[in-house]
């Protein structure tokens, strides 16, 4: 059983920078994807970024490209989500997932078979 633990969350005035770490167990990753997204009061959850664990590519939303980065460190199993020159429209709770299955997408909630429980991120203005 794959378990996801966030954190990192908290609250930064805009313009600022948070890391966002996941810490996996239960499973060897290889040809996975894991993924962040997140999800604001009254909306949908949204994707962030991606990054295919063999490979190292990755791939980010539209409303984080140029200012997030996702990274991966195998001997430590985890997960990483760098956000730069936060704005308030960040403010979510983010989610850790993995994708492993064969799934068609990997931007999509539905392609993710594994979550985490989340973490707050508060950009105050």
């Known amino acids: 059983q794959v378990q996801l633990v966030e954190s990192g969350g908290g609250l930064v005035q805009a313009g600022g920078s948070l890391r966002l770490s996941c810490a996996t167990s239960?499973?060897?990753?290889?040809?996975?994807?894991l993924g962040w997204f997140r999800q604001a009061p009254g909306k949908e959850r949204e994707f962030v970024a991606a990054?295919?664990?063999?490979?190292?590519?990755?791939d980010y939303g539209d409303s984080v490209k140029g200012r997030f980065t996702i990274s991966r460190d195998d001997a430590k199993n985890a997960v990483y989500l760098q956000m730069n020159s936060l704005k308030p429209e960040d403010t979510a709770v983010h989610y850790c997932a993995a994708k492993t299955r064969y799934f068609s997408t990997y931007d999509t909630t539905n392609a993710y078979n594994y979550w985490g429980q989340g973490t707050q991120v508060t950009v105050s203005s």
């Open positions: 239960g499973r060897a990753f290889s040809s996975d994807v």
């Open positions: 990054i295919n664990w063999s490979t190292g590519n990755s």
